[in-house]
């Protein structure tokens, strides 16, 4: 449970009822599946939205993935709050109806939800990141592209980077990955963009995270540009900086390079509010702060949807 205060945060059980009654509510937009289980068991929810969501059609398919990081609670709000709008206002909003008639929306509010019930046990926030398995692995250190090859993660199991045994020796990693392949339909992938959402810095960043180099095997020049300008576009409407990742540091083994490097998906991260803090506070602002930081990044989100169409 969360502390006095931040009861608005959702628990994973009031995450789970809530992608529920989404699909009670508007069983014709939304479907509610699993990717498979957490390293304790827990199922890791995904929700697609779209018209016809039974149906496989023949649309951009776009995913948002949230809480890698348990402590980062803010963003699966964020990703309850997209399951809100592409639903709620999908009647009202002609912007929102648009996009959910001609693209698929899946949507994973809990990639960690070990880690994030760990971090809230006992109504006190304990500081914590990574999964459940061990001394816990770092899932954005897991991800199967030049894992562990650049010095942008740890092999001691206690560091709060720790990349794993191996390449998706996370479960958690390992399902979300094995979704993602499963998109892959006779030849193509049919995912086209993604953002994984963490907090916080209020960054819009892209792929490379291994390599400082603007271009490297899989990145060429207008591939570079096209991450560039599409970052700067959606920084342009919540005010965020964009930036290459590895601007910030270097990074291996992230969900960002392997969602580019393996299926060519225009994968984003974005760095959430607040844009600066001391020590372990800025992971957990206010509830009161939920509605206006996670509307801010409406009209990116839309920009990336539109963007996955291939403009
Ligand atoms: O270090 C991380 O995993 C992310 N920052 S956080 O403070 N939320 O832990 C940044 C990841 C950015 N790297 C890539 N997208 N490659
Ligand atoms: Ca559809
Ligand atoms: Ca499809
Ligand atoms: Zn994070």
């Not at 740890?154 to 998706?168: C, E, I, L, V, W």
Request: charged letters at 20%; aromatic letters at 12%; hydrophobic letters at 30%.
């Amino acid at each position: 449970e969360f502390p006095p205060g931040d009861e608005a945060y959702h628990t994973y059980a009031e995450m789970t009822e809530a992608l529920r009654a989404a699909q009670r509510a508007y069983p014709g937009l939304a479907r509610l599946s699993s990717v498979g289980r957490s390293y304790e068991g827990r199922e890791l929810y995904l929700i697609k939205i779209s018209d016809n969501v039974d149906r496989d059609e023949a649309e951009p398919e776009v995913l948002f993935t949230c809480n890698q990081h348990a402590r980062e609670h803010l963003t699966t709000e964020m990703c309850l709050h997209l399951v809100q709008r592409f639903t709620a206002r999908y009647a009202t909003d002609a912007t929102v109806r648009q996009l959910v008639d001609s693209r698929e929306i899946y949507v994973l509010p809990q990639v960690n939800p070990d880690g994030s019930e760990y971090d809230i046990a006992g109504g006190r926030y304990k500081g914590w990141r990574k999964n459940r398995q061990g001394s816990g692995t770092d899932p954005n250190r897991n991800w199967d592209y030049r894992w562990g090859c650049c010095g942008g993660s740890s092999g001691n199991p206690r560091s709060d980077t720790y990349r794993g045994t191996a390449p998706f020796s996370a479960p958690e990693t390992r399902a979300v990955a094995n979704f993602v392949n499963s998109r892959v339909v006779g030849g193509s992938q049919q995912i086209t963009a993604h953002i994984d959402f963490h907090t916080y810095s209020e960054l819009v960043l892209w792929p490379y995270g291994y390599t400082y180099a603007d271009t490297a095997p899989g990145m060429n020049a207008e591939q570079a540009r096209r991450f560039a300008d599409i970052g700067r576009r959606m920084a342009a409407t919540n005010g965020y900086t964009p930036q290459q990742s590895s601007d910030l540091y270097i990074t291996d083994g992230s969900v960002n390079d392997w969602m580019w490097g393996v299926h060519g998906i225009l994968s984003y991260t974005f760095e959430m509010y607040p844009r600066t803090s001391s020590g372990l506070s800025g992971f957990y602002p206010p509830a009161s702060v939920i509605p206006r930081e996670t509307a801010r990044n409406d009209a990116a989100v839309d920009v990336l949807l539109r963007a996955a169409g291939g403009a």
